[in-house]
């Protein structure tokens, strides 16, 4: 009987789960391509109404977005790679037992999980480093987290034997090419999750470009998007364009489907990789927090 | 098989084995040292800027040039409007996202663990994850979208149930602030932070549910005595290191979804950091103020983890 109600129990729980997570994605996925004056009455509940695609026509023509999109590819690639360079073979040296260097070194890098020089300290560095309203802000700025440092450090540790190295030591192979021809190709289950996460990391970074970029030409896409959604500064076809009053207000009677679109648009990228690496980030996680 | 230094012999080590052992090991030094540089550079440079904290800010000198101003920016903190204000709107976000945020992943891994079905387990798994993918940006714009007194989704699903009265407004009403702020959280992260405890339960040995059912424990008592002592010391670890940011509050979605309404409530910490100190360049009162937010969540840290440590003897350090 017991028994029963925990199995109705966890049922509930996991369709209420389930709904109300999925519902809002799916909601503006149809809401996207839907006559937005029957989305706004609340037709539009589960199926998409008198589709049309304006929304997605107007960010077509928005140079704001491509130029937003244009510079978080540019930081997300830069970035992640610069961040892969910096961490992997960080990693691999802490991972080596006889570096007796890493019993120092590792304390003093997990202490900035803790503590920081703050946000200000952290801004007059940046502008004494000549790094405001640079690219380079956005894609050094965060070079090395050590978070993912630690994740790939005890994978290292714990995923490939000792044994290993010893046999590629007797035939003369270094620590660097060890590290290039054996760790790095045993380790994809570790390196895609970390790579996951600095994609993730830089698609998103709203707070870096909030604080060092002031030069439109230069923000990425989140300011875009901040400026776009939440701001309501005009869409193309309104105000700059000279397109007139009328396709002015046009353009705000469709704006909540442009803002759909617009959410769509820049998430979509991110939600596509995840699933690939989906399967390795229990292993991922929890090497990083527990033994962290 | 030992370190490559013992077939030098003993004598020619003496003095400056520790050298020489490096030195045996440059290829790991260097391998190291783009990661140490950048830490010394990004991490500990600002913590040297702290200083700015007990000086006058010279914008001819740079960051640490300026006269010693002593305690004088924290006393302006601790005797300003802002003070109360600040601190309490701060710890009353932190206090319920804790309260509320932090148990229910523990809840959601118990009810996936206990989903036997693996295909709708990673329906269930896949979907709870995602929103952990999207922007803060992204997210308080769909807040916005889905709470409009107007328009909004479930603005009009709570009032057609009279969960809300019908005159409020979930975006700008200062005391719908904190609610929004927590639950939206918790839609976001909470499938994201259950990965961890899904992974623990993951690793409990079959004989023990095995040798419960034997003892004739129903399923309720299987997770209280199996499942919870199980996933016990993560949970502990993840409340320690939870405490120990228990004040910063995120800065970007309080900054988001700040509104000249709901200011009274939002402006917490951090904002107020940025606010006077880098909108309106005063670095030096910035940096005390962000200086003083860093010290109480090292003390709430430390504090945590010598209490896990007396009462379970579990420690971060």
């Known amino acids: 009987m017991a028994d029963r109600l925990y199995t109705l129990v966890v049922a509930v729980i996991s369709v209420a789960a389930f709904i109300m997570v999925a519902y809002p994605l799916y909601f503006i996925i149809i809401a996207s391509v839907s006559n937005s004056t029957m989305v706004n009455q609340g037709q539009v509940i589960l199926w998409p ?8 026509e107007q960010i077509f023509k928005d140079t704001r977005i491509w130029q937003g999109y244009k510079n978080t590819i540019i930081y997300t690639v830069l970035g992640t790679l610069l961040n892969l360079l910096v961490t992997l073979p960080a990693a ?3 991972s080596q ?9 590792m304390p003093l890098f997990v202490i900035t999980m803790y503590f920081g020089g703050g946000m200000i300290p952290t801004y007059l560095l940046i502008r004494d480093l000549n790094l405001l309203n640079t690219p380079w802000v956005m894609i050094v700025n965060g070079a090395i987290s050590v978070y993912n440092l630690i994740i790939t450090r005890t994978f290292f540790e714990t995923a490939i034997p000792e044994e290993l190295h010893e046999a590629a030591t007797l035939d003369g192979c270094s620590h660097f090419r060890y590290f290039i021809s054996v760790v790095v190709p045993l380790s994809k289950a570790v390196i895609s999750v970390i790579t996951l996460y600095y994609v993730v990391g830089h698609w998103n970074d709203f707070f870096n470009a909030l604080l060092y970029i002031n030069t439109d030409s230069l923000q990425p896409l989140q300011i875009v998007l901040r400026n776009i959604l939440l701001s309501n500064q005009a869409f193309a076809g309104g105000a700059g364009s000279g397109a007139g009053a009328g396709a002015g207000s046009y353009a705000q009677q469709f704006a909540d489907q442009i803002k759909y679109a617009v959410i769509i648009v820049s998430t979509v990228p991110v939600l596509i990789i995840y699933p690939f690496i989906q399967k390795y980030f229990e292993k991922g996680v929890m090497i990083g927090a527990v033994k962290g | 098989m030992k370190p490559a230094q013992t077939t030098v012999p003993h004598q020619t080590l003496r003095g400056n084995g520790w050298l020489r052992r490096q030195a045996g090991h440059y290829q790991l030094w260097l391998m190291v040292l783009p990661a140490v540089i950048y830490i010394a550079i990004f991490c500990y440079g600002p913590m040297y800027g702290i200083q700015l904290a007990f000086r006058e800010f010279d914008f001819s000198k740079g960051l640490t040039g300026g006269e010693w101003a002593g305690f004088k920016y924290f006393e302006q903190y601790f005797n300003s409007p802002m003070f109360w204000p600040t601190l309490r709107n701060t710890f009353i976000i932190a206090f319920f996202s804790i309260l509320l945020g932090f148990p229910m992943p523990i809840l959601l891994a118990l009810v996936v663990n206990s989903i036997r079905s693996n295909r709708r387990k990673r329906i269930l798994q896949t979907t709870v994850y995602m929103p952990y993918f999207i922007s803060t940006v ?3 714009a769909l ?5 409009s007194p107007t328009t909004g989704l479930i603005d009009g699903f709570l009032k057609a149930l009279h969960l809300i009265p019908a005159d409020t407004n979930l975006i700008g009403d200062p005391g719908a602030f904190v609610p929004v702020y927590v639950i939206s959280a918790i839609w976001q992260a909470c499938g994201w932070n259950s990965i961890i405890f899904i992974a623990a339960l993951s690793s409990v040995d079959a004989q023990q549910y095995d040798a419960a059912r034997i003892d004739g424990a129903n399923r309720w008592q299987t997770v209280w005595h199996v499942e919870i002592p199980a996933i016990l010391p993560t949970i502990i670890i993840l409340l320690i290191m939870n405490m120990g940011s ?3 509050v995120g800065f970007e979605k309080t900054f988001l979804m700040q509104n000249s309404l709901n200011k009274p409530v939002s402006e917490v910490i951090s904002t107020y950091v940025f606010n006077v100190g880098v ?7 910035g940096s005390a103020v962000g200086l003083f937010n860093t010290l109480i969540n090292f003390t709430f840290l430390m504090l945590a983890n010598a209490l896990a440590k007396k009462t379970s003897k579990i420690s971060l350090m």
């Open chain 1, 49 to 56: 109404k008198d589709i049309n695609l304006y929304g997605y």
């Open chain 1, 97 to 105: 037992r006889k570096f007796r260097a890493r019993r120092f070194i």
């Open chain 2, 138 to 140: 992204v997210l308080v």
């Open chain 1, 92 to 94: 691999y040296a802490l």
């Open chain 2, 279 to 285: 909108k309106s360049n005063q670095f030096s009162f």
């Open chain 2, 143 to 147: 807040l916005q979208i889905m709470l």
């Open chain 2, 246 to 248: 228990i004040l910063s």
